[in-house]
């Protein structure tokens, strides 16, 4: 599989709280998260950290 890192930058700076569908694994906690997408999973995933009232999202595009 194809294995991506992100990683967040500024919300509380203290909890961390990630959604991935359609990666694994899905959900995660911490400022850097490691995902893997199987080679099915071809296209373009959206992955979201919440921070304390704050929040945003990346997409992440899988190719062969």
Known sequence: GKIVRVDAVGGDG?????????????RGL????YLTYRPIDIG???VTVT??????????RVTR
Do not use: F, Q
């Open 14 to 26: 203290s909890s961390y709280a990630w959604s991935a569908p359609g990666a694994i694994p899905s």
């Open 44 to 46: 373009t995933h959206t």
């Open 30 to 33: 911490g400022k850097t998260l």
């Open 51 to 60: 921070s304390g009232e704050n929040s945003a999202t990346c997409s992440v």
